[in-house]
């Protein structure tokens, strides 16, 4: 079956083949049994139908015989009696024909014995008859006469019981063969019906296991070729090939497509494997900025549903905080440019919590030049700006307690001075360096020690102005920038204030821990215009207060030179 | 055959009118002893067509055709509805066939008298008026 079978022109030709032998089988069957029919018919035809005949012929043939030895008899017309008496020779021929007919029969129920007594019984009456009724003799019959006539009718009777017993069974014999050749037909259709059905199944039974084996197999395998391949799974090579399989062709074909490929391109798979596991949030728009594709990593960065985010206005997803980098006309504009880099976005998740993102986008165009969408990443920057925030803060405050250090004061003011300068106002620097603190360092700990300098912190920030500047000069030292004073005596007073708040008792732990502090007072313009004026001045003031002993306050202007 | 026909019919009218001119009518008789006084027209009918054979008391009935002029025609056409030749060519058409042999015939009134004396079972008709005290007559009744 293997020699020719490989391509799908034999394939199909040994489907047809075999549903054309079951027809050849089927067709030659019915012929048989139509010759079959035939030949039976002609048997009837041939043998036994004239032979039914001659049984009604030979009863015939007697009636005329008797109706004439009747008709002679009532008439007493001699020539009547000849004539019947002719008849004789017929019909022994008739009675020989069928007893030549009985010899050469099988199938005859006539017996050769019982036609022959017939014949017998008949050449007696046929004699008898002869005798009789060649003198019929009309009137005054003897009583024997009259005996030997009826004996002679009943004879006649009797022969013509006989005559049609054997045209009955002529019939009969007839009848049983029409029967026989009716059954036998029946049976022959039966049979042939049967036959029919039986081919047809069969022939529909073999043909579909051949299309299957030879067609439907090697296309499923494609198929299921297919089917792996659309999954993104290994595609499995196909079984070697002849020449001339076509299927195996194409299997082979679609296979080392695949296996191409698999070289040559990524599967979405891949793909999407990649975007679900990239850091970013991506985001792909269409041409109108509505919502394509969105990365898993955007659904849990916006806390939206992938189906809620498909087909929505990119919009949404912002805040537009007032130093946004980002701007519909922005995003607009990447399709111009091509792409834009990196900006900074305040983004709104669904909840409305509001997050910075570095935004960069780009346009997607397909080989016809089309601009098929734009690629948007999302980075959350929110670690980056406390970060950012956090070094900010690191540069301009006192990580201790909070308040401005040293860099911030300086730009505070240099701020203050220019501002005073143009607004012609009164400014105030107050110095300050905490007594009585080493020994608290010393025998308490450092922990103890940061502590009470945040509580210094706070008491400063609390008696002083909002446009006043608390700042940690480093150590236990801090500076006072007095903002805008009405007067110059105002600072003194503030001095007093601070003076008497610092020196109330510090509760830390259970334990009261009392300090004073020195300051040093300088006044702009009074005692300098400038920044290092100011500040060396309320330090060498604050230098006085402390060998004034402490806990008090020296005016720059009280500064001795000498 | 026509002819004779025709001439016997013509004949048998002829001596029908005479006998009725003549008031002469037949009557049915049997032996003294037959066990039967009277029979219907029907039964008459059938016993002289030979279809019925026998007295009720199982014993064979012999039927005398009386051939005597002045009857046989009367009674074959009041009772069988037959002319004579027809009657004749009954029987031999019966005897032909081998059913029966043809009744016994008598000439006259005084043969049929004479063999119903020694025949018991016969059955015959003659003219009433030589009816005598010999046989016994049998009344038809319809």
Redesign the interface.
Known sequence: MNFSTSSIRSKIWLCVLIALIGFLVATMSSFYANIKQYQNLSQLQKEYYPLASLGLQLMNTLELQTEG??DA???GEQSLAVEANEIKGKILALIDNILNFVRNSSSCPLREKDIMAIRQEYLTFATLAEKIYSHPGIEN?S?DK??E?????????ALMQGFKSISDQLDNSLIGQIEKTKKKSLSTMVLLGSLFITAFLLVGLIVDRVASRLLVTPLSRIRDNIKRFSLGQNTIQPPAIEDSDEIGHLAMAFWEMTEDLKITTVSKRYVDNIIRNMSGALIVLKPDMTIQTVSQQTVELFSYTEEELLGLHMDVLFSHGDDDEISADKIASIVVDGAVKTLEATCRTREGHVFPAHFSGSSMYNEAGELQGIICVFNDITELKNAEKKLTEMAHYDTLTGLANRNLFFQSLDHAILDAKRHNRILALLYLDLDKFKPINDRWSHDIGDLVLQEIGKRLEELTRADDTVARMGGDEFIVLLNSLNEAGDAERIAEKIIGKIAEPIQINKYSHILGVSVGISIFPANGDSMEDLIVQADMAMYQAKKNGGSCLFNAKNLNYS | MQKSTVLIVSFLLLLTTCLVASGKEYVLVCHKECPVDQLTHREVERIFLGKMRKWPDGSGIEIVVNSNEEVHALFTRDMLNKSPSQFSNYWRRILFSGKNILPVNVKSDVDAQSYLLEHTNALSYINVTNLNSTVKKILVVE
Request: charged share 30%; aromatic share 12%; net charge positive.
């Open positions: 030895y009747e008899f009532m008439i019959l009583r009259q005996k006539i009826r004996e002679l009718g009943l004879m006649q009777g």
